[in-house]
């Protein structure tokens, strides 16, 4: 894999050199193999990086390789986690509001273990203390 800076010596084309020039000072090294190092990348259909079911347009979209940073070693926040992260916080967020307008100790114990669930909490480092709750 060639550096910008070598691809730029290498062509005489003006435009080429040009848009080798702003992936420099967008700090593009290692161009991505998928978005030719502009950080974005055309969909074959409108679902994008998310997938999905599309429609029938070709769509721009980040690149869902390096997630937007055009370089191939150096990648942006993968959209796909963050939008899972991102439901995950707000199922326990709700869990645990419900919690709070429930009554009784082991029912907030159920609330707890159904927050822990959806956070991917592994059984085992559960309390040995731990009595199982009672659904509300």
């Known amino acids: 894999m060639k550096s910008i800076h070598e691809l730029m010596r ?57 997630w937007g940073t055009g370089d191939y070693y150096r990648h942006g926040m993968d959209l796909r986690v963050l939008r899972s992260k991102n439901l995950m916080e707000k199922k326990a967020a709700s869990l645990a509001l419900e919690g709070l307008e429930t009554d009784g100790e082991h029912h907030k114990q159920w609330y707890l273990e159904r927050i822990l669930e959806q956070l991917s909490i592994d059984k085992s480092l559960w309390p040995d203390s731990y009595t199982e709750g009672i659904a509300p």
């Open 10 to 66: 290498e062509t005489t084309d003006p435009f080429r050199q040009g848009q080798y020039s702003l992936m420099d000072m967008m700090g593009v090294e290692y161009p991505c193999d998928k978005c030719s190092g502009k950080g974005v990348r055309a969909y074959g259909s409108t679902a994008t990086w998310g997938g999905g079911i599309g429609g029938q347009a070709i769509t721009n979209g980040v690149c869902d390789v390096c």
